[in-house]
């Protein structure tokens, strides 16, 4: 909510016009008590040294400062260039969050890979001073937390409070030396990407049960791997192999960008078309742009150059340069041959010392050895996530698409639609470019997905895969992730670590008052309407601009008819969408917003079938059991004249679940129509069964 005046909604502090932060206090002025708490899916970290207490003891207290100040420094660098956020400092022990205030969709894995940088720093210190003599024990958990969004960490505010922080603390108190542990739900979301070895559960002190926990290895040197057939993109496919066949028919390099939003199959779709080119005696050579640290401002083009040098993350640099040697003298005229190797040494950081005097020499010295290695075997270089990338890759990749000639060479991109933001322009003016939007799954095509999923199942698998389906929306890596979640808990499974995570790295990424009104949307449900938004006070926050930027977004959708006359209505697109941005919600803004949806369906509805049994829930939900009883019975009672019996009964429950035990009246009277409408509701089924009409005195 904006406020009107200028008093601090925390102290009540007034302010002048100007300020920013409240005087008194220094919270943000401008933002309502509370509107800056969320329930967030975050991944702690917690690193501690080993036997440093008792070292400490024998320590003067300034040695003991130079001994913590560069062991501080350095686990935080590693944290944040992870894309984390150091939250307190304890002493010897570092706690970092990941997933607030920002998620990034990926934050398990972050934190994974920050914990395994640590484990690295701090031996690297040890071997530069060997005085130093530290040990660690790392561990990561992810879990629910409330977040403080504007919590000031710098002053000592804890932005993260939940269980998750304890469970970690645990289990960092269960690690071996030097060794990092992980909890479940971490080891779920990233055991695709990180090796790691079982070990026995952690006996927890406060904890009921042990605590699963795994150990981390190392990031994994396999790349990702897809099971099961490739469903419903043959169409594109198709259009990549033609592509592929005029560059190879023609001598004619191209370059190809496949957009779509994240888990929708971009990277499926390469591997299938490395298939296919592969088959044609071309070779693949991919390389990825990471979001954090380990990429370079050419980083994907970095990886490739490895693979086709031979080189070997592992390889010390003179190793690493004799082979980019070796291989450029192979490859290029002896003329150019020193140059080339020198600059492709600056671009993968083999070479520190050097610099480029020009970036135009570096971009041909990268286009002589790009085209060598095209005329040596045509080749497809993909480029992964390239929405993250540096702007000197873009600028290099449009310059090779439009001056390379006469070669087999396809330049494949793979790209969220974030890249038209940073890059409106991509691809144009060039003669050989193609864009090749990816859409989410037709109806079937996500059925079929579902059902290969579940095939385990067996039981009810076609109404199992078709709610699936739908509430993926078509998404594959959705209907795999929430597949392997029914397998595993269930079909009443929570939406899965990872799939949460990146709808909530999407939502986090909006402005500030679309998200505002996608949350306030979600609390409604699936379908909300204008009206609503404006009663929880969004309307003052331009809720019609961030209605239309939503829809733009393909976020949510206007309907063409509204049940509510004279009101817009809307849908969310996915409910997972829905869904997600729900549980962002604090219990006491969602009780709020669930009044006053309650009150808004009151005042534009008749308060009759469907619309009665919504109200109900939402003064339930927004903790006005009494109320919600009401609209329940009132329910429940139009049911029954509608001869809905077994509809009447599950009704008359909830009413009944609601009333308190002190009322006994109510309560008996709502058992004795529960019981009616139950006895009922078998005659109607008993008849069905022969074949009879229920009589009307049932």
């Not at 914990?115 to 790392?138: G, I």
Request: charged content about 25%.
């Amino acid at each position: 909510m904006v406020l009107t005046g200028h008093a601090c909604s925390h102290c009540g502090q007034e302010n002048p016009a100007i300020a920013r932060f409240c005087l008194a206090c220094g919270k943000p002025l401008g933002v309502a008590a509370g509107e800056r708490e969320e329930r967030r899916l975050v991944s702690v970290i917690f690193v501690d040294l080993v036997d440093f207490t008792a070292r400490a003891e024998r320590l003067d207290p300034e040695d003991v400062h130079g001994l913590l100040r560069p062991y501080h420094d350095a686990v935080r660098t590693d944290i944040e260039s992870f894309g984390g956020h150091v939250e307190k400092f304890i002493g010897d022990a570092v706690i970092g969050v990941f997933g607030a205030p920002t998620a990034y969709g990926d934050d398990a894995e972050r934190a994974v890979r920050a914990a395994l940088a640590v484990r690295d720093t701090v031996a690297r210190l040890n071997r530069e001073d060997a005085s130093l003599d530290l040990k660690v024990r790392t561990a990561v958990n992810t879990g629910e937390a409330l977040v403080t969004l504007d919590a000031r960490v710098a002053l000592g505010e804890s932005m993260v409070a939940g269980d998750v922080i304890n469970t970690a603390s645990r289990l960092q108190t269960g690690a071996p030396v030097d060794g990092i542990l992980v909890g479940e739900e971490t080891y779920r979301a990233t055991r695709d990407v990180i090796e790691y070895e079982a070990v026995p559960p952690v006996q927890a002190k406060g904890k009921g049960e042990p605590v699963p926990a795994w150990r981390a290895v190392a990031v994994s040197a396999d790349e990702r791997t897809h099971s099961g057939a490739l469903v419903g993109r043959a169409r594109e496919l198709d259009v990549l192999r033609g592509i592929w066949q005029r560059v190879a028919e023609e001598c004619e390099p191209h370059l190809v960008t496949v957009f779509g939003p994240a888990g929708v199959g971009k990277s499926r779709l390469g591997l299938e078309f490395a298939s296919v080119v592969d088959g044609l005696g071309a070779r693949t050579v991919r390389g990825r742009s990471l979001p954090y640290r380990d990429s370079s401002a050419y980083g994907a083009l970095g990886f490739q150059l490895k693979q086709l040098c031979g080189i070997f993350e592992s390889d010390p640099p003179d190793v690493g340069t004799a082979k980019l040697q070796r291989r450029v003298s192979e490859l290029v005229d002896a003329a150019a041959a020193q140059s080339v190797a020198q600059h492709l040494a600056i671009v993968l950081g083999l070479d520190p010392e050097r610099t480029v005097d020009e970036r135009e020499s570096l971009f041909f010295s990268i286009r002589v050895f790009i085209e060598a290695i095209a005329k040596e075997q045509p080749t497809v270089l993909v480029f992964e996530d390239l929405h993250w990338s540096d702007e000197s890759l873009l600028d290099l990749i449009e310059l090779l698409a439009g001056r390379l000639r006469e070669i087999r060479l396809l330049l494949l991109v793979l790209a969220r639609p974030d890249l038209l933001e940073t890059r409106p322009t991509w691809g144009g003016g060039l003669a050989a470019y193609s864009a090749l939007p990816l859409r989410p799954l037709g109806a079937q095509d996500a059925r079929e997905l579902a059902r290969e999923r579940l095939a385990s199942l067996g039981a009810d698998l076609d109404e199992r895969a078709a709610k699936l389906a739908e509430a993926a929306g078509g998404n594959p890596f959705f209907i795999e992730q929430l597949a392997a979640a029914v397998r595993e808990a269930g079909d009443g499974a929570p939406l899965p670590t990872s799939v949460r995570g990146i709808v909530a790295a999407r939502l986090d990424a909006l402005p500030a008052t679309e998200r505002e009104v996608l949350l306030a949307g979600a609390v409604v449900g699936k379908t909300f309407w204008r009206g609503a938004l404006e009663r929880m006070g969004e309307g003052e926050n331009g809720v019609g601009d961030a209605l239309v930027a939503l829809e733009r977004r393909d976020l949510i959708r206007r309907d063409t008819i509204s049940v509510i006359e004279g009101d817009e209505q809307y849908s969310f697109n996915h409910v997972i969408v829905r869904d997600a941005a729900y549980e962002l919600l604090p219990r006491a803004r969602r009780q709020e917003r669930h009044r006053a949806t309650a009150s808004f369906l009151e005042d534009a509805t008749a308060e009759l079938g469907e619309a009665g049994v919504a109200i109900a829930r939402h003064w339930r939900a927004g903790g006005d059991a009494a109320r919600a009883s009401e609209y329940y019975e009132t329910a429940a009672a139009l049911a029954e004249r509608g001869w809905a019996k077994q509809r009447a009964a599950e009704l008359y429950q909830e009413a009944l679940k609601l009333v308190a035990e002190t009322d006994v009246e109510r309560r008996t009277m709502l058992r004795r129509r529960l019981a009616l409408a139950h006895q009922a509701s078998m005659h109607v089924w008993d008849a069905q069964l022969s074949g009879r009409a229920p009589s009307g005195d049932a």
